[in-house]
């Protein structure tokens, strides 16, 4: 069974301010394989849009760095996994820890997204 996968991304790497991203990398996965990965350019930021906008990507999972509570939720609400906390680096490598269940997680949710998330 096919899953996508989206992590943001800014400056080619993995994006600890998930809201202001620039791009996403999504990656088709079956099983612990990589099938197909392709970057997706974001729409204009607006409180809530990300992840309704992923749904309609297709999206299963998203693995980000610090993130809000408000997109959290609105992303288990749409019936996405989410994995917070993650360090910056390459999508590939991302991807790779996540599917080899090597990657840390630190759940880093923010309660105020004008705050930085640790």
Not at 17 to 38: D, M, P, Q, R
Not at 39 to 62: C, F, M, N, R, S
Not at 76 to 97: C, F, R
């Amino acid at each position: 069974m096919n899953k996508i996968i989206a992590i943001p991304m800014d400056n080619g790497v993995l994006s600890q301010h998930f809201g202001h991203c620039e791009t996403f990398y999504l990656a088709s996965i079956n099983g612990n394989s990589v099938v197909k990965e392709w970057y997706v350019t974001t729409p204009a930021h607006e409180p809530g849009l990300y992840p309704i906008w992923l749904k309609e990507q297709g999206v299963d999972i998203v693995i980000a760095g610090g993130m809000g509570k408000k997109a959290y939720d609105l992303f288990i609400q749409n019936g996405i996994e989410v994995h917070t906390g993650a360090e910056s680096q390459t999508p590939q490598l991302a991807v790779k820890a996540f599917l080899e269940n090597t990657i840390h997680f630190s759940n880093s949710i923010c309660e105020n997204h004008m705050h930085t998330c640790e």
